[in-house]
């Protein structure tokens, strides 16, 4: 069972709204991750964040906006997306980013599709 | 960027063994992980490897070899419930994963 949460696990919007992506961890952990799995794509990451700070965005259009209150949990806000966007979100934690051998465990993913 | 091949998809028989391969290019290495994902669910961690060698895990063991900048996952004794999605992936030099697209593995009866 992971100690990785994420909600919704299903997410139809269209490009007009706005919704949010919540993931939480409950290992203890001080990074979190975002990453986006469109089909027969190896995963690309979106954001980190290490200690409640952003410290990696990985070119990522302003139309997600993470945000991350404490060490727990992680958000992703979505407005205005397009209809490339649809994929699947996995939120991601481990012990710290940086050096050393972190392993990061995975969330099970936010289903989205952008009408 | 970084480069980290595998192949797509492989098919093998129930109690049979398959190997996955994962070649890298990247810049640097500091260590190499590989994930199981089955269908709508998490990517679960298998194993990881930093120094040259064998280690084995129960049925899984990976194999790393950093000279040649490749890497592979053996799965023996196969079962229906191994089939699923394997993700190699590779932390660079600035400690970033990198992921290959995943092979997917289907076990047959």
């Known amino acids: 069972e992971t100690g990785v949460t994420q909600t919704p696990r299903h997410l139809v919007m269209g490009m007009t709204n706005k919704k949010s992506l919540k993931c939480e961890q409950h290992l203890g952990h001080n990074a979190m991750y975002w990453y986006k799995q469109s089909a027969k794509k190896p995963l690309e990451l979106m954001f980190v964040y290490n200690f409640k700070e952003q410290t990696e965005n990985n070119s990522v259009p302003s139309r997600f906006s993470p945000e991350c209150p404490n060490s727990s949990h992680l958000f992703l806000h979505l407005h205005t997306l397009q209809p490339e966007d649809s994929a699947l979100y996995l939120c991601?934690?481990?012990?710290?980013?940086?050096?050393?051998?972190?392993?990061?465990?995975f969330g099970p993913g936010t289903r989205l599709l952008v009408l | 960027g970084q480069n980290i091949d595998q192949p797509t998809e492989m098919t093998a028989t129930e109690g049979a063994i398959v190997q996955i391969n994962c070649t890298y290019q990247?810049?640097?290495?500091?260590?190499l992980f590989w994930y199981q994902q089955h269908a709508g669910e998490a990517p679960t961690f298998l194993s990881y490897n930093v120094l040259d060698g064998l280690e084995e895990k129960g049925r899984f063991s990976s194999f790393l070899s950093r000279s040649k900048g490749y890497s592979y996952l053996l799965l023996k004794e196969l079962q229906m419930k191994d089939s699923a999605s394997y993700l190699c992936?590779?932390?660079?030099?600035?400690?970033?994963?990198?992921f290959g697209a995943g092979t997917t593995v289907t076990v047959r009866a």
């Open positions: 992936a590779v932390r660079d030099s600035d400690y970033k994963l990198s």
């Open positions: 991601a934690s481990s012990q710290a980013a940086g050096e050393g051998a972190e392993t990061q465990y």
């Open positions: 990247t810049s640097g290495f500091n260590g």
